[in-house]
């Protein structure tokens, strides 16, 4: 008769190793199960197939067999460059552009359920918006209206999400890309404006310089023309100054020949005493006054001068 209470030391190793395996099953399942979510993300959970709750920053224990973990949301503002894009422009122009969103989750739910493939969504819907963006406008207006672009594609896109959880902050068109007979025409528009703005910069540095240059002639003429006039001014200052010297010395002679109470006939006498010592010097010719041509008088009234001494 078999006796279930005598001990088996095989049977009681087996159970030893039963119970260390079901101890870490369930200790596995137990660490799996807590779960630490961080203050950038939020953990979506589903139980039994359908939504349950969505977990924000601190601990959390998962529901083993019931509870899945659908989907992790990053909370943090993201970046997506969006590949470029075709796009034809009101006056038939096709081009290609790329753009930039900046966008963030503020409902992880809607994040996660609104729309399968939030990202794959969000770039179509940029193309399609830009491609009906483009189509209103040609292409000058394409190339010279950033960032009216952008403000229209932004704030379509964050209406156009708001369902799927998303916020879109801004929109920044990166390139725009023109064909290539265009960016050579534009390319060639934009020289003939450098050399244009470069013949229009000379032009105006030869007229500065010729201005300067004129100004320059004309004040060294002022100039010259303000010696001269000092020149003469001192000149005509100096032969003043020996007109006036030569009258005040004439002036003088005649107030002192009336002092002496002199004849004509004394003063006829003295020039001829000057006439001879005029004729006393190296002179080769004498110019005789007309006073004093008539030597007869001048004789007899050296005569008289002498019989009254």
Same mark, same amino acid.
């Given at each position: 008769?078999?006796?279930?209470?005598?001990?088996?030391?095989?049977?009681?190793?087996?159970? +030893?190793? !039963?119970?260390?395996?079901?101890? $870490?099953?369930?200790? %596995? !399942?137990?660490?799996?199960?807590?779960?630490?979510?961080?203050?950038?993300?939020?953990?979506?959970?589903?139980?039994?197939?359908?939504?349950?709750?969505?977990?924000?920053?601190?601990?959390?224990?998962?529901?083993?067999?019931?509870?899945?973990?659908?989907? %992790?949301?990053?909370?943090?503002?993201?970046?997506?460059?969006?590949? &470029?894009?075709?796009?034809?422009?009101?006056?038939?122009?096709?081009?290609?552009?790329?753009?930039?969103?900046?966008?963030?989750?503020?409902? &992880?739910?809607?994040?996660?359920?609104?729309?399968?493939?939030?990202?794959?969504?969000?770039?179509?819907?940029?193309?399609?918006?830009?491609?009906?963006?483009?189509?209103?406008?040609?292409?000058?207006?394409?190339?010279?209206?950033?960032?009216?672009?952008?403000?229209?594609?932004?704030?379509?896109?964050? @209406?156009?999400?708001?369902?799927?959880?998303?916020?879109?902050?801004?929109?920044?068109?990166?390139?725009? *890309? &023109?064909?290539?007979? !265009?960016?050579?025409?534009?390319?060639?528009?934009?020289?003939?404006? /450098?050399?244009? /703005?470069?013949? !229009?910069?000379?032009?105006?540095?030869?007229?500065?310089?010729?201005?300067?240059? $004129?100004?320059?002639?004309?004040?060294?003429? %002022?100039?010259?023309?303000?010696?001269?006039?000092?020149?003469?001014?001192?000149? $005509?200052?100096?032969? $003043?100054?020996?007109?006036?010297?030569?009258?005040?010395? @004439?002036?003088?002679?005649?107030?002192?020949?009336?002092?002496?109470?002199?004849?004509?006939?004394?003063?006829? *006498?003295?020039?001829?005493?000057? +006439?001879?010592?005029?004729?006393?010097?190296?002179?080769?010719? %004498?110019?005789?006054?007309?006073?004093?041509?008539?030597?007869?008088?001048?004789?007899?009234?050296?005569?008289?001068?002498?019989?009254?001494?």
């Amino acid at each position: 008769m078999f006796n279930i209470f005598n001990a088996n030391p095989e049977n009681d190793f087996t159970g +030893l190793i !039963i119970t260390i395996v079901i101890v $870490a099953i369930i200790l %596995i !399942i137990f660490i799996k199960s807590v779960k630490v979510v961080k203050q950038t993300d939020k953990y979506v959970i589903q139980r039994l197939g359908g939504y349950h709750a969505t977990w924000g920053v601190g601990i959390h224990f998962l529901l083993p067999f019931f509870d899945k973990i659908e989907r %992790i949301v990053n909370l943090k503002e993201q970046v997506k460059d969006f590949d &470029p894009q075709p796009v034809i422009t009101k006056d038939n122009v096709t081009m290609q552009i790329d753009t930039v969103v900046f966008f963030q989750v503020t409902d &992880p739910k809607l994040f996660c359920y609104g729309v399968d493939n939030p990202i794959s969504a969000l770039e179509n819907l940029s193309a399609t918006t830009l491609r009906n963006i483009i189509g209103d406008l040609d292409l000058d207006q394409t190339l010279t209206s950033r960032d009216i672009i952008n403000t229209k594609m932004r704030s379509i896109l964050d @209406e156009a999400t708001d369902p799927w959880g998303i916020k879109v902050n801004r929109v920044e068109v990166k390139n725009i *890309l &023109p064909p290539k007979d !265009i960016r050579e025409a534009m390319e060639k528009q934009m020289r003939a404006e /450098r050399e244009k /703005r470069e013949a !229009i910069l000379k032009a105006e540095g030869q007229k500065q310089s010729a201005i300067l240059k $004129a100004q320059g002639e004309k004040e060294a003429a %002022i100039l010259t023309a303000e010696g001269q006039k000092e020149q003469m001014i001192r000149i $005509a200052e100096g032969e $003043a100054e020996s007109v006036r010297i030569k009258k005040e010395a @004439e002036a003088l002679g005649i107030k002192l020949l009336n002092e002496a109470h002199a004849t004509q006939e004394t003063i006829q *006498l003295r020039a001829l005493e000057t +006439l001879g010592v005029v004729a006393d010097g190296k002179a080769t010719k %004498i110019i005789v006054p007309s006073e004093l041509q008539n030597l007869t008088s001048i004789l007899a009234s050296v005569n008289s001068v002498k019989n009254e001494e």
